[in-house]
């Protein structure tokens, strides 16, 4: 079945960098886009940056994100990576894995990113 496991949240100073990893499983995963979202306390959960599949990969980020974060896949591994960067309280929230395969989205278990000195 498939399988989405994020790792590599925590507790980061302002202004400091986090590596988000993605495991994924039970599916050709060089075959489908990848993407992260992120939910805060109180807010709705929100596409944070997503990759396409293939071999012209292309990534598409929410304006707050440009310029601090960054998507990449790695198809041998079946690893999807955010790497977070100028991190600021703002972008403290539950961090998730998605991926769908149609008709049916995948979310992993999600993994925390507090952003707090």
């Known amino acids: 079945q498939v399988q989405l496991v994020e790792s590599g949240g925590g507790l980061v100073q302002p202004g400091g960098s986090l590596r988000l990893s993605c495991a994924a499983s039970g599916f050709t995963f060089s075959r489908y886009a990848m993407s992260w979202y992120r939910q805060a306390p109180g807010k709705k959960r929100e596409l944070v940056a997503e990759i396409t599949r293939g071999a012209g990969v292309s990534t598409n980020y929410a304006d707050s994100m440009k310029g601090r974060f960054a998507i990449s896949r790695d198809n041998d591994k079946n690893m999807v990576y955010l790497q977070m960067n100028s991190l600021k309280p703002e972008d403290t929230a539950v961090y998730y894995c998605?991926?769908?395969?149609?008709?049916?989205?995948?979310w992993g278990q999600g993994t925390q990113v507090t952003v707090s000195s």
């Open positions: 998605y991926t769908r395969i149609e008709p049916t989205g995948y």
